[in-house]
């Protein structure tokens, strides 16, 4: 079993479905309402468990309700909280979300996983050590990820980072990542200006754009590919970036190569989008190892 060690937020999502998306000033009646756990980092570490990966998680969460759902939910699911540090004090974050018209809208405070610190991280040193491939977003301190990314890089540690939500990077920062995961709004802020196949081709084998459903886009040091998705029903797109970074990681970790790791993750991505819920779609092994073999 590979070992997986996820750095990154974890909130609950407080999320809403609507036949259409409310402008300014406007009152539309929705569908439902529910709260289930999610966070990007969170979304990741469930993830890449339910595809058999040993996972750690290194996050912060409040200590509220919404904090005590978020740790029994990694529990649940298999994920190691021995460095999920509870704030005193604190609010634990939260994500609010509009499904409306085939697509998601979301707003993130981050309360707690504003606290996920270099000081927490160096507690967490060891783990990170210990992992076959470590995974980072950004819904915590700029400083927290180019603290981890600077240690997996002296560390000789394999370290995925999914640039989301979007902001920029340190270039010194993105030469040092094994795997760089934006998806095209997220390319257009790290590199703008360029063009998309020249800085694919500087970052060959390591730079991979999500491009929804027209699947995936990297170069391989000869020419540009594009792995195809998956055609499925849509129910709820929250936490498919997720899933695909997690099922990525898990495969790299595990030593598919890399196109074989993009259509495990393309899989694993096209199943979590035909339930609701950034978790609750998020598939299990023999869910994508089933779809992988009839194709």
Request: net charge negative; proline share 3%; charged share 20%.
């Amino acid at each position: 079993m590979v070992k997986i060690s996820v750095v990154g937020s974890a909130s609950m999502d407080l999320v809403v479905t609507s036949p259409k998306r409310p402008k300014a000033g406007e009152t539309v009646i929705g569908h439902s309402f529910s709260t289930v756990p999610g966070g990007k980092g969170a979304n990741q570490a469930v993830a890449a468990a339910r595809l058999g990966a040993e996972v750690s998680f290194v996050s912060c969460i409040g200590d509220d309700d919404y904090g005590q759902r978020i740790r029994e939910n990694f529990w649940e699911n298999g994920v190691s909280t021995t460095y999920v540090e509870t704030a005193v004090n604190a609010h634990s974050g939260t994500a609010h979300i509009i499904l409306a018209e085939e697509d998601n809208s979301i707003i993130v405070v981050k309360g707690a996983n504003d606290l996920v610190s270099p000081k927490l991280i160096k507690k967490a040193e060891d783990v990170l050590k210990q992992a076959d491939l470590v995974l980072i977003q950004q819904e915590i301190p700029e400083e927290t990820v180019e603290y981890v990314v600077e240690f997996c890089f002296n560390n000789h540690i394999d370290v995925l980072l999914n640039p989301a939500p979007a902001r920029k990077l340190n270039s010194n920062i993105i030469s040092k990542v094994t795997y760089l995961t934006p998806n095209e709004s997220e390319f257009e802020l790290l590199f703008g200006g360029q063009r998309k196949s020249e800085v694919l081709k500087q970052y060959a084998n390591r730079l991979i754009v999500t491009e929804g459903k027209n699947g995936v886009r990297f170069h391989n040091s000869l020419e540009e590919v594009v792995i195809p998705s998956y055609q499925v029903e849509m129910i709820d797109t929250t936490g498919a970036g997720d899933t695909f970074n997690a099922a990525f990681a898990v495969a790299k970790a595990e030593g598919k190569s890399l196109v074989d790791s993009l259509q495990f993750a393309n899989c694993a991505a096209s199943l979590s989008i035909t339930k609701f819920g950034a978790q609750g779609g998020m598939p299990n092994r023999d869910d994508v190892d089933r779809i992988l073999k009839s194709n």
